[in-house]
């Protein structure tokens, strides 16, 4: 009789229990790496819900798209609470 030999070699079935933890190890790893990679700072959505209406005018505001006294006045109109249509 042969100790510790039983058709699979060193350690008989211990082995595949370490493929087993190794394998795991290695599809871990990737879902780690596909889910952080998977996530852009530049696609996130958390910047556009933090903005407050305030945050986009003074944006519109840097990149001249609306000028001083369009900011003027839409400004005082945010903080006075007052929002309507303007076409």
Known sequence: MMWGF??????G???GVG????WGLVIAAIVVLVRGFG??????DTRVRDSTPLDILRER???SEIDKNAF???RSDISAGRMDERG
Request: hydrophobic residues 40%.
């Open 6 to 11: 039983d058709g699979f070699g060193f350690g």
């Open 72 to 74: 003027g006045q839409m």
């Open 39 to 44: 996530a852009r700072p530049g696609n996130s």
């Open 13 to 15: 079935g211990g082995m």
């Open 61 to 63: 505001y840097a990149r």
């Open 19 to 22: 493929m087993l933890l190794i």
